[in-house]
Nanobody, 116 residues
Framework: QVQLMEFGGGLVQAGGSLRLSCDTA????????MGWYRQVRGKQRELVAT???????NFADSVKGRSTISRDGAKNTVHLQINSLNPEDTAIYYC??????????WGRGTQVTVSS
């Protein structure tokens, strides 16, 4: 069973930055893609950013231009940094990893709260 563990959530003031990390015991290069999604209570989970094994990145329009996503193959970690945070970024952030076969796995999530 693939396990993903998120770190780095917390309370941040508007305008600040946050760096989330997703750790796994798996070799991240074995995943076709990894990424971050977020969910606000009562709403659907939405994509934030993904990165493929070949380094192709994809960002939601809501975070494009103020976010970066990166993979560290040596540490089997994926990072997400979001700058210029605003209260609309408040959500539970989930790490996601998918194999080329289509099997996907979720972390348990980490809460990010942006205060105005």
């Amino acid at each position: 069973q693939v396990q993903l563990m998120e770190f780095g959530g917390g309370l941040v003031q508007a305008g600040g930055s946050l760096r989330l990390s997703c750790d796994t015991a798996e070799r991240i290069n074995s995943f076709d893609s990894m990424g971050w999604y977020r969910q606000v209570r009562g709403k659907q989970r939405e994509l934030v950013a993904t990165i493929t094994s070949s380094g192709i990145e994809n960002f939601a329009d809501s975070v494009k231009g103020r976010s970066t996503i990166s993979r560290d193959g040596a540490k089997n970690t994926v990072h997400l940094q979001i700058n210029s945070l605003n209260p609309e970024d408040t959500a539970i952030y989930y790490c996601y990893a998918a194999f080329r076969t289509g099997s996907g796995y979720w972390g348990r999530g980490t809460q990010v709260t942006v205060s105005s």
